[in-house]
């Protein structure tokens, strides 16, 4: 069904939204959408780098991590 959709089609729809929306509420959407895809690409970059600084082996007040796998039989299961 939607591949009958030509270029007339898309302009009615268009015009369509744009009449019960309006252009001011349709541009504030837009922004809206912008700001949202602004920060999740912040998100991404900041989990990103927390990734990288957790492979590091020191921590940033000096200590390192230590191993506290418990020591036992592992025969068990």
Partial sequence: ???NI????LLLIAIVVLV?????????LMGEVGKGIT???R???DSSAEI???A????EDGTRAR???PQGNSDKA
């Fill in 20 to 28: 019960l929306f309006g252009r001011g509420k349709i541009a504030g």
């Fill in 56 to 59: 590091t082996p020191a921590a």
């Fill in 67 to 69: 191993d506290v796998t």
């Fill in 52 to 54: 990288e600084n957790a």
């Fill in 43 to 45: 998100g991404v970059k």
């Fill in 1 to 3: 069904m939607l591949n």
């Fill in 6 to 9: 030509g270029p007339a089609g």
């Fill in 39 to 41: 920060a999740f690409k």
